[in-house]
C-alpha cells in the first residue's frame, strides 16, 4: 500500500522541465534539498495563519524539493551518502514546520486547547514511519516510503486542517492512526525482508566490554 506516494513519478514527470534544466546548469541536488526545507518553513507560517492557499502551494514546493533532490543526484549520477543524510534532515525539518504551524493555529482557535494536544501527539506519531524505514535501512533492508499514510498524506492533512482549524483534533486523530498502521506494515515488510536475508556479523551496538 504505498498510498499518494505512487503518484511521485507522475509529479516528478511534470518537473521535468526544472530537472533538465538543473542537470544542464549542473545544479546541486542539495539545493533541491534546501528549497523544500524553505517552503516547508513557509508553510509553517501560513498553517500558523490559517492561509490554506499559501500552505498548500509552499507545501507542494515541499514535496517538489524532495522528489527533484534525489532525481537530479540520479541524472547526474552524483548520489552519495551525505545526500541521503541531507534528504532526511530536511524531510524531518519540513515535518516539524508543518505541525508547529498547526499546533499554533490550534492554540489560536480552539478554546478548550483539545486540538493543540492532539497535533502535539500527531507530530510524535508522524515520527514513526521514519524511524521503521531507517531502522531497517540500517539493518540491511530496502529504505522504504509512502503509505498508507506517509508524507504526502500528511501534508494533505494538514491543508484540509488549515482550511477547517475546527476539524483539527479529528485529523489529528487520523493522523495518529495512519502513521501506527503505516509504521507496523513498514515494520511488517522489513520483517518479512530481513528474515528471509543471509545471516551477517553479530550486532555489536551493544558496546564492547
Known amino acids: ?31 533541491f534539498t534546501a528549497v523544500g526545507v524553505v517552503s516547508a518553513l513557509g508553510a509553517g507560517v501560513a498553517i500558523a495563519f490559517g492561509s490554506w492557499i499559501i500552505a498548500l502551494v509552499l507545501l507542494a514546493g515541499r514535496l517538489a524539493g524532495a522528489n527533484l533532490d534525489g532525481a537530479v543526484a540520479r541524472a547526474q549520477g552524483v548520489s552519495r551518502p551525505w545526500g541521503f543524510v541531507l534528504n532526511e534532515l ?5 515535518d516539524l514546520a508543518m505541525f508547529a504551524g498547526l499546533a499554533v493555529l490550534a492554540a489560536r482557535t480552539d478554546s478548550l486547547d483539545w486540538g493543540t494536544g492532539w497535533v502535539l501527539v500527531a507530530a510524535v506519531c508522524a515520527t514513526l514511519p521514519t524511524f521503521a524505514s531507517l531502522s531497517g535501512a540500517g539493518a540491511g533492508a530496502q529504505r522504504l516510503n509512502g503509505g498508507p499514510f506517509g508524507k504526502t498524506e500528511r501534508c494533505a492533512a494538514v491543508v484540509v486542517a488549515t482550511v477547517v482549524p475546527a476539524w483539527i483534533p479529528v485529523i489529528s486523530v487520523v493522523i495518529v492512526v495512519g502513521s501506527l498502521v503505516t509504521t507496523a506494515l513498514r515494520l511488517r515488510s522489513i520483517h518479512r525482508v530481513l528474515s528471509t536475508a543471509p545471516a551477517g556479523p553479530a550486532s555489536t551496538s551493544a558496546g564492547t566490554p
Open 1 to 31: 500500500m504505498r498510498g499518494l506516494y505512487a503518484l511521485k513519478p507522475w509529479y516528478t514527470n511534470r518537473l521535468a522541465s526544472v530537472l533538465r534544466f538543473a542537470v544542464a546548469r549542473d545544479v546541486s541536488p542539495d539545493v
Open 90 to 94: 530536511g524531510d524531518r525539518a519540513g
